[in-house]
Every structure is written in C-alpha cells, then in structure tokens.
C-alpha cells in the first residue's frame, strides 16, 4: 500500500503570472479495506424507522382523504349548480306551457271555431258540469238524460 501524495496550488487567474500564491495543500490517498466489518442491526433504529413509516402513512391517508372529500364537495357544487339551471329551464318551459294552454281553452277562441266549424250553442238543459257537484264524500250516482246528436255534413 503505497501512499501517493498530491500537491495543490491556487492560481489567481490566467492573466496573471503562474507562481504559488499560500500554502500548498498536500493529500495523501490510503487504500481501505472495509470487506471484513460487519454491520449489526440496531433494534432500536428499526423500530424507529418502523414508526416513522406508519406516522408517514397516516399522514398520507389523512391528506388523502381530505383532498377526496374536498374534490367531492367541488364536483357536487359544479353538478348543483347543472341541475338549478336544469330546474330554471323546466320551470321556464313549464311557465310558456301553461299560457299556451291558458291561450287554447280560451272561451272565446273555442267559440270562434265552433261557429266556423258550423256548430251551435248548446241549448239549456244539454250541459251538465260534473265537477261543480262533487261532494267530499257523497258517491256519485248515474243519471240518464237526453243527449242530442249534432252532424256536421
């Protein structure tokens, strides 16, 4: 096992001229051989380390179902929110609907086409309401009354 030693110098640059400028640094290299140490186990470490592993792993589960939950929480917001301007858009729809229908069983109109149609006003006795008799608990009994056949040719 030879020992090689190394000499080190500082230079200040390349403009100035190459001379020594301190202390040269000597370093002597010194072959080891480790190949015969035997490393024990330290229980204490291991335990250690085993411990910190599982703390380190209930800090990622916990962070993880957090960050769950919150990316939950925002996807819900975002199909609410689908959903409000769904219902807003039905109850529009349902809103347009009923003034159609408001605008087709006007009396009026019905009348008009009647008569364009050829047909006449009914005569008295020939209407009969069933729903302005209705009674809460009364059961509804039948009755046989003239009825009157219009043609229209």
């Known amino acids: 096992m030879a020992a090689a030693a190394t000499v080190q110098g500082a230079c200040s640059g390349p403009t100035q001229p190459s001379f020594w400028i301190g202390t040269p640094e000597i370093y002597f290299s010194k072959a080891i051989d480790n190949s ?45 929110e689908t959903l409000k301007v769904e219902r807003d858009g039905m109850a529009e729809m ?23 149609l050829g047909l006449q006003s009914p005569q008295a006795g020939q209407v009969m309401r069933l729903d302005a008799s209705s009674d ?6 039948a009755s046989v009354s003239p009825i009157s056949v219009i043609s229209a040719r």
Not at 50 to 67: D, E, K, N, P, W
């Open 36 to 80: 015969r140490l035997v490393k024990l186990e330290d229980p204490r470490r291991g335990r250690e380390m085993r411990q910190f592993g599982i703390a380190l792993s209930c800090l990622f589960l916990l962070v993880m179902t957090y960050a769950g939950q919150h990316f939950k929480a925002i996807e819900y917001g975002y199909k609410i």
């Open 94 to 116: 349902n809103h347009e609907l009923r003034l159609e229908d408001a605008s087709l069983r006007d009396p009026g109109r019905i009348d008009a086409m009647a008569r364009r």
């Open 136 to 141: 809460s608990g009364a059961p509804v009994m």
